[in-house]
């Protein structure tokens, strides 16, 4: 199956996803799972490690500044569904502004990230990765503080891990996610938007809601 980014973005509005079985195959193939994996975003756990880590670690936090280098380091590892059509295709909707990244630097050096696919106010994450502790865990609690900051109502995250449950992602049925994507779709959200999140901020506003 070869996919255009517009036949990738109606996927992701009927609410299945493209993956290949390894980085060198070239097919690919579309999942709808009967259980979909969701952050609720009023309900990320920040534990006191975490809060800790990410008040005195140092590390700085970005927006699209590398989406190449955060998909790439998604990639870097021995099992992944991420093949060269897949990277080609989300680089096509990053051009689109369809595709973002977020990513953790320590001074010049890219430690961890994740991105994902914007449509209305939903967020399809895609995949993170973490060259250091908790670089990912950082990652994913500045997404989720700049999607409630502006205006995402659905945070996807495809599939529920012991790593995401541990800091409150759930799982629905297959309906319940129709519903509620159907709802995010009708809304707008500007992942983009200029924000100020410093550590303290973003710890405070999540765990005021957790």
């Given at each position: 199956?070869?996919?255009?980014?517009?036949?990738?973005?109606?996927?992701?509005?009927?609410?299945?996803?493209?993956?290949?079985?390894?980085?060198?195959?070239?097919?690919?193939?579309?999942?709808?799972?009967?259980?979909?994996?969701?952050?609720?975003?009023?309900?990320?756990?920040?534990?006191?490690?975490?809060?800790?880590?990410?008040?005195?670690?140092?590390?700085?936090?970005?927006?699209?500044?590398?989406f190449v280098g955060v998909?790439?380091?998604?990639?870097?590892?021995?099992?992944?569904?991420?093949?060269?059509?897949?990277?080609?295709?989300?680089?096509?909707?990053?051009?689109?502004?369809?595709?973002?990244?977020?990513?953790?630097?320590?001074?010049?050096?890219?430690?961890?990230?994740?991105?994902?696919?914007?449509?209305?106010?939903?967020?399809?994450?895609?995949?993170?990765?973490?060259?250091?502790?908790?670089?990912?865990?950082?990652?994913?609690?500045?997404?989720?503080?700049?999607?409630?900051?502006?205006?995402?109502?659905?945070?996807?995250?495809?599939?529920?891990?012991?790593?995401?449950?541990?800091?409150?992602?759930?799982?629905?049925?297959?309906?319940?996610?129709?519903g509620e994507l159907r709802?995010?779709?009708?809304?707008?959200?500007?992942?983009?938007?200029?924000?100020?999140q410093t550590p303290q901020?973003?710890?405070?506003?999540?765990?005021?809601?957790?």
């Amino acid at each position: 199956m070869s996919l255009s980014p517009e036949l990738l973005l109606h996927g992701y509005s009927i609410g299945i996803f493209p993956m290949a079985e390894h980085r060198d195959d070239l097919e690919l193939f579309w999942v709808d799972p009967k259980f979909r994996g969701i952050f609720p975003l009023d309900g990320f756990h920040i534990s006191r490690s975490l809060a800790r880590r990410i008040r005195t670690c140092g590390y700085t936090v970005s927006i699209d500044q590398d989406f190449v280098g955060v998909v790439d380091g998604c990639a870097d590892r021995a099992d992944t569904w991420i093949n060269p059509e897949l990277r080609r295709l989300y680089q096509d909707l990053h051009r689109a502004d369809r595709a973002h990244s977020l990513e953790v630097w320590d001074g010049p050096s890219l430690i961890g990230g994740v991105y994902g696919v914007v449509l209305g106010s939903a967020f399809f994450g895609e995949s993170m990765f973490s060259r250091r502790t908790d670089a990912s865990k950082i990652a994913l609690a500045y997404l989720v503080d700049r999607l409630r900051q502006t205006g995402f109502t659905l945070f996807d995250t495809q599939f529920l891990t012991a790593h995401l449950a541990s800091m409150g992602a759930i799982e629905i049925r297959r309906a319940a996610y129709h519903g509620e994507l159907r709802q995010a779709l009708e809304l707008s959200a500007d992942f983009t938007a200029d924000l100020k999140q410093t550590p303290q901020g973003v710890i405070q506003r999540i765990t005021q809601t957790s």
